[in-house]
């Protein structure tokens, strides 16, 4: 092993995969900043590019193009809400306040440095253990993915702070109920189509995401008139600091080293990938806060941006071991690169390792130059990207609408797309208005696809009985975990004031945890 | 279903080999077409636009097309692309749609209200079979014991696939277990949303066979984690001689997933016959080979009335198929 991983150093630090690295970050960054062309549509502008070189050199090439997608798309979902990917949705949750807030150069600089970790990880995770993580990849069946789903749902639980929750539970419903549009895979047949051939695919996540995030925004800021009023305001001043004070890198770092383990994981299991490690990270990452912590997420957490943008990149760091060592792709980028791997007459399986050591470790070495390219390439460019903001609102707000229509519609090549995310954008307003939130919607809707194909799997291959879920340990585990999460904030103002009963003096729950800003 | 490969590629490179000494007359520039438009009823990355794309690099880089075109445009199937291809007829004299064995499928369960005979078949240009697949490790070590375990209780096999109930994954192995004798409504069929995810079910352990195309079965054997049990070409392939046929372990079935072209309807003959010739040429430059050992395809030319008998024996066959299992009345 460590001769292929010496074979594989030489590979990757020949000057001209070093360039590769540098090129397929840059292309990747770049076309992962336009909001909706995201890994995949990058990656697939790579194809032609790539039959001329040789494997190492085609690989290298894409996988920098891939990660520097997944690093760019949280740009465009910082400063305009308008994701640049399907894996970066979340990070505008947070990341967009954070730049409302005139924080945006902090909030770039976090999301990069959280990428960059969160890569870097998950390439060293990668280079120790590539061959053996094979077995973790196959040790989800569809009964544990069914049990992972239902505990990323309980993110919502809690999601939008106090007296919200209903309105939060609502939405999560709605969001499940959009997830069964289309054909049905288990019984082959379409429901709530209306008939309709443009709804047999269902409703991609990606459009969904643009409609309620991007375009409703945008539309909202123009009903309210800001584009007049705020223009004179809009200055340098928006960028506000890209330092990190010494205080904000202690709340972050165990945030950031949990999340990228915790999407690594999640990476290497082909049935989840990077979108669901980006929302379960941040799922986990509000259930650890405490109550008064909680109460920021959604509203500028740094901790609520550092959470998804370190679980992405790891997560599509992770989603190498089940393609380079099993051959499975775990998501349409990773299965064009498989494609790419067999045009070379590379076939990816546990041997490809012994028999293509220069290919195996000179992608996974590459990584790290590519993380720390993607870094040096960013951080410079921050203060000139966010100011993109002092672009005059008439003119930024065509721009938005514009890329992110285009946007969706270079996913699909379907007209009948565009008129879909004007109808959910006005849905989308018409509910925001009413206060209602547009997260949960989109939990519910990238879970409950998931979620639902994994339950009806799981009963079929049971012959229908429940038993699975306490049959499988690991499944067991999971949902004893689930119904740990939904309980225990039940139970415990129960426990904590019976203690207080018992210290007269004590307030209430939420002084129990001294946790926070310090 | 039959398709002698070797036979019908000894013909094509007499025709072409004709047609090359012809054309190197006088009349070259009328036998190259101008341009080919393609319609992709799919988005970028996947099989149509790869054919597609794959075929339209062939043709150009070899001089047979002088300028080629494509247009994504997916949608209900691809329903999307085949109603506009009717609608826009008159525009489209020079546009190549991609398809493949689900337009018969999708026009046989109503997917779309159109079928093949709406549109004119050019040829069918690459083809596939279905393959049986089990872990390396298992039990299994021939697709009779399968038979066998579903003659003894047809729950216990799990049949893993990447795409919905009533597609091609599970219309195959269907097929397979009634020419076996077994009634094919109780295949317990496990649906995946894709190929790669079936695999992962397959190597996970909860599914016990899969049902996927030979071609990428093939490659992932090669990578040692799987055995193929069977395919269900009419003869053994030149790619892995050792794999038997259904027909060989006594199964009277046979299913070929072709890809090939359509051109808008109410084309001119000359058109069609342009068409056909083109694609004829292509398959003996080696602008063609390069692309088509990129992708590892079989080629099957089946041109024009070749073509739509086929169209409509497969239609046949699995229209039965569908009708037992239940998806159409």
């Not at chain 1, 150093?9 to 995969?17: C, H, I, K, S």
């Not at chain 1, 979108?275 to 509203?299: C, D, H, P, Q, V």
């Not at chain 1, 494609?339 to 028999?355: K, S």
């Not at chain 2, 590629?9 to 000494?21: D, E, Q, V, W």
Request: aromatic share 8%; net charge neutral; charged share 15%.
């Amino acid at each position: 092993m460590l001769d292929g991983i010496m074979t594989g150093l030489t590979t990757a630090v020949m000057p001209f995969n070093l360039l590769m690295v540098v090129v397929g970050c840059f292309a990747g960054t770049f076309i992962g900043m336009l909001p909706g062309l995201g890994p995949i549509s990058a990656v697939a502008l790579m194809i032609p590019i790539t039959y001329g070189l040789d494997p190492s050199s085609g690989i290298i090439l894409m996988a920098g193009v891939y990660y520097g997608a997944v690093f760019g798309g949280s740009t465009s979902s910082i400063l305009i809400n308008a994701p640049g990917c399907a894996s970066t949705v979340v990070t505008a949750f947070d990341g967009y306040p954070l730049a409302q807030q005139k924080q945006a150069g902090k909030a770039l600089a976090l999301a990069a440095y959280s990428s960059f970790t969160g890569g870097t990880i998950g390439a060293i995770v990668l280079l120790f253990a590539a061959p053996a993580l094979a077995s973790v990849s196959l040790s989800f069946q569809s009964s544990d993915y069914f049990a992972l789903m239902l505990l990323g749902l309980t993110a919502v639980a809690a999601f939008s702070g106090k007296g919200q929750v209903l309105k939060a539970m609502i939405m999560t419903i709605f969001g499940l109920m959009i997830a069964t549009v289309g054909t049905d895979v288990m019984s082959g047949a379409p429901r709530f189509t209306f008939g309709s051939l443009d709804l047999i695919d269902g409703v991609s996540f990606l459009l969904l995401a643009m409609a309620t995030f991007a375009l409703a925004e945008v539309v909202m800021t123009v009903l309210k008139g800001q584009h007049k009023e705020e223009e004179p305001e809009m200055d340098m001043a928006s960028l506000g600091s890209m330092k990190l004070s010494k205080d904000e890198v202690k709340e972050i770092a165990p945030t950031v080293a949990r999340s990228s383990v915790f999407g690594f994981i999640i990476g290497v299991l082909p049935g989840a990938g990077a979108t669901i490690a980006s929302f379960l990270a941040y799922g986990l990452e509000r259930n650890l806060a405490s109550a008064k912590e909680k109460l920021k997420f959604g509203k500028g957490a740094l901790r609520g941006l550092a959470a998804p943008e370190s679980a992405n990149n790891a997560a599509s760091t992770g989603s190498f071991v089940p393609l380079l060592t099993l051959g499975i792709p775990g998501s349409g980028t990773t299965a064009i690169m498989l494609g790419a791997l067999i045009a070379y007459g590379i076939q990816p399986g546990p041997r490809l390792f012994i028999d293509n050591p220069d290919v195996f470790w000179s992608v996974i070495i590459s990584m790290y130059f590519g993380n720390l390219v993607l870094l040096i390439l960013n951080l410079p460019l921050i203060p000139y990207i966010s100011r993109l903001l002092v672009i005059p609102r008439p003119i930024l707000i065509p721009l938005i609408l514009f890329f992110s229509i285009t946007g969706v519609y270079l996913v699909s090549f379907n007209t009948f797309d565009i008129h879909m995310m004007v109808i959910i954008t006005v849905l989308a307003i018409l509910l925001k208005l009413l206060n209602f939130p547009m997260a949960p919607m989109l939990l519910g809707f990238i879970l409950g696809g998931i979620m639902e194909n994994n339950l009806s799997r799981a009963l079929t291959l049971s012959d229908g009985s429940f038993a699975f879920l306490w049959e499988r340990p690991l499944t067991l585990a999971i949902v004893v975990i689930t119904l740990l999460v939904l309980l225990v904030p039940l139970i415990s103002p129960l426990i904590s004031r019976a203690i207080g009963k018992r210290k007269t003096s004590y307030p209430g729950p939420e002084a129990a945890v001294t946790e926070g800003e310090g | 279903m039959s398709f002698k490969l070797s036979a019908a590629k000894k013909s094509t490179i007499l025709a072409t080999a004709l047609a090359g000494c012809l054309s190197a007359g006088a009349s070259f520039s009328a036998m190259a077409l101008d341009s080919v438009h393609f319609l992709i009823p799919g988005g970028a990355g996947g099989g149509w636009d790869t054919t597609a794309r794959g075929t339209g690099e062939a043709l150009h880089k070899s001089g047979l097309v002088d300028t080629v075109s494509y247009e994504n445009m997916s949608g209900g199937g691809g329903g999307k692309a085949i109603a506009h291809l009717i609608e826009t007829a008159g525009q489209k004299q020079d546009t190549l749609m991609v398809n493949s064995t689900p337009i018969v499928i999708r026009s046989l369960s109503k997917v779309f209200p159109q079928s093949f005979r709406d549109l004119t078949p050019v040829a069918a240009t690459i083809g596939d079979f279905g393959a049986f697949v089990v872990r390396d490790d298992s039990k299994y070590q021939s697709f009779n014991d399968v038979v066998a375990d579903f003659r003894n209780n047809p729950r216990s096999v799990k049949i893993a696939g990447g795409s919905a109930r009533g597609s091609m994954d599970h219309l195959v192995a269907a097929m397979a277990f009634k020419a076996a004798g077994g009634d094919p409504r109780r295949v317990k069929y496990v649906a995946y949303d894709a190929g790669g995810k079936a695999m992962a079910g397959l190597l996970s352990g909860e599914a016990t066979v899969l049902s996927t195309g030979f071609s990428e079965a093939l490659s992932l054997a090669e990578a040692g984690q799987v055995r193929i049990l069977a395919m269900t070409g009419e003869q053994r392939s030149d790619a892995a001689p050792h794999v038997p046929t259904l027909r060989e372990l006594g199964y009277d079935a046979a299913f070929v997933n072709w890809r090939g072209f359509f051109a808008a309807p109410g084309i001119s003959n000359e058109q069609k016959a342009e068409f056909v010739e083109t694609l004829r040429k292509m398959y003996d430059t080696p602008e063609w080979e390069t692309v088509r050992a990129r992708n590892g395809w079989a080629e099957t030319f089946k041109p024009d009335a070749k073509f739509v008998a086929f169209l409509e024996e497969q239609e046949q066959s699995v229209g039965d198929l569908m009708r037992e299992l239940g998806f159409l009345k």
